[in-house]
C-alpha cells in the first residue's frame, strides 16, 4: 500500500485530532468559515488564535507540497477560474447556511448536533448533484 493510498485516512485523521484538540484545549469549534469570517467581526483579543489556525492549515499544505508533492493534483478540472468561481460560491453558502463542511461535517456530527446533520445532508447531496451535472461541463469524467 503506498503512500497515495493512505493519504486520506491520515488526513482525516489529523483533522479530527486537530478538532478534538482546539474543542478540549480552548472550547472553540474547527469550523473554518466561522474562523475566518470572525477575522471581521470579533474583538482583536479573539483574532490571534485564528490567525494561528489558517496559517497552520497553510503550513500543512506547504509541508506537503515539500514532502509529498505527488500527492496534489496537477491539473484542476475546470480550470483555476473555474475553481476560484466555486470557491468563491462554498464560501458565501458556508455563511449564508451558517457554517461550513468542516463545523458541521467533522464538528458538529461529533457532537450529535441535528442540525449539522441535517446540513450535511443537504451538502453532500449538493456536491453529489452539483458533480453529476457540472462536471462532464467542464470537461471532467462524469
Request: aromatic share 8%.
Amino acid at each position: 500500500m503506498t503512500l497515495s493510498h493512505l493519504a486520506p485516512l491520515l488526513g482525516g485523521m489529523l483533522i479530527g485530532t486537530g478538532a478534538v484538540l482546539l474543542l478540549a484545549l480552548s472550547g472553540r469549534i474547527a469550523g473554518v468559515s466561522g474562523i475566518v469570517g470572525g477575522l471581521y467581526d470579533s474583538p482583536k483579543g479573539d483574532r490571534a488564535w485564528r490567525f494561528a489556525f489558517l496559517g497552520g492549515l497553510w503550513l500543512g499544505g506547504l509541508v506537503l507540497l515539500t514532502l509529498a508533492p505527488e500527492l496534489l493534483p496537477r491539473t484542476v478540472p475546470g480550470g483555476w477560474p473555474v475553481a476560484l468561481g466555486a470557491g468563491l460560491l462554498v464560501g458565501v453558502g458556508t455563511r449564508a447556511g451558517n457554517g461550513c463542511t468542516s463545523g458541521h461535517g467533522v464538528c458538529g456530527l461529533g457532537r450529535r448536533s441535528r442540525r449539522s446533520f441535517a446540513a450535511v445532508l443537504v451538502f453532500m447531496a449538493t456536491g453529489i448533484l452539483t458533480a453529476l451535472f457540472v462536471r462532464p461541463w467542464i470537461g471532467g469524467a462524469p
